[in-house]
């Protein structure tokens, strides 16, 4: 597993500049997709049951600032941190978490900039919510009714954590490298956001959808 960790940091380690570029090419393509997909949501029922929970959940953090360190919250940091650690081959040694102080997780190996920034993009509760309900419609096709309250609250917890967790400060960033981070982070928030609301409004289906939509405006803004 170490050599194979070494090999995946090494290859990640090649294609971190590559990939700095390719996130600034694909910056306001992206941002026009998921705008047009927000245009696209805006209906009375994905306001009611999509944006509401989304805004509510927004504002319950704003208001009470501390749960951004709660329990939950550092949990799932760590997990994330964890969960792309594991899928680069990194073998865990510790987990801690303490609440209102931080987290700390470790394993062997050096690490790489996708585990570093993991928890700055990537919202694994609510990606753990989508396989759930794919689960679910192996059984029973129709989702609950439910299920857009339960989206919007996901993604809104999601969106205001990291708000909280991006300052210039941030250990994570100085590991994968201040200039890599400003180029990764605000191109791989829109794609991920893009998924989670191509999911909500088409299902499985909608996410090549959303990506043959960022290259359609990419097409459009380089006059193709």
Excluded at 191 to 212: C, E, N, R, S, T
């Amino acid at each position: 597993m170490k050599k194979i960790s070494q090999k995946i940091n090494w290859f990640l380690g090649l294609i971190k500049w590559p990939i700095a570029v390719l996130m600034l090419v694909a910056l306001v393509p992206a941002f026009q997709a998921d705008w047009l997909l927000i245009e696209k949501s805006m209906t009375a029922k994905m306001l009611w049951e999509f944006y509401l929970p989304f805004g509510v959940t927004i504002l319950f953090f704003l208001i009470m600032p501390d749960l951004s360190g709660s329990f939950f919250t550092i949990a799932e940091h760590e997990l994330t941190h964890m969960l792309f650690a594991v899928l680069t081959f990194h073998k865990p040694k510790g987990l801690d978490i303490e609440q209102g102080v931080g987290g700390y997780f470790s394993f062997e190996g050096e690490g790489n900039w996708l585990v570093a920034l993991a928890p700055y993009f990537f919202p694994t509760f609510t990606v753990a919510l989508m396989l759930g309900f794919g689960m679910y419609q192996q059984f029973e096709p129709k989702l609950p009714d439910y299920w857009l309250i339960l989206f919007g609250i996901f993604i809104g917890y999601h969106f205001i954590v990291t708000l909280f967790e991006i300052h210039p400060k941030q250990t994570d960033f100085i590991v994968a490298g201040p200039v890599f981070t400003i180029c990764f982070i605000p191109t791989a928030n829109l794609l991920m956001y893009g998924m989670l609301l191509a999911y909500v409004l088409k299902g499985w289906a909608g996410i090549p959808a959303y990506f043959q939509l960022i290259f359609q405006q990419g097409q459009r803004l380089l006059g193709i």
